[in-house]
């Protein structure tokens, strides 16, 4: 019983966790453009030119994910 419960548990977290990544990753997606954002896993990578300085310059793109931590 309690390890129907566990494994209940385990794909709860698996999906709500998937479902914020792809949060995040709408996000990236609607600032940087659908090429520069890919999820692999429960990783969102951004990659590409300037990217790096304008996360820098913007303050909401250095805090969107101060809460995912």
Known sequence: ????????????????QAQQVQRVAQKLRALFGSAAVSVQEAQVLVSGRGIIKRWLIDPSLRFLSGGYK
């Open 1 to 16: 019983m309690m390890d129907r419960l566990i494994s209940r548990g385990d794909e709860l977290a698996a999906q709500a």
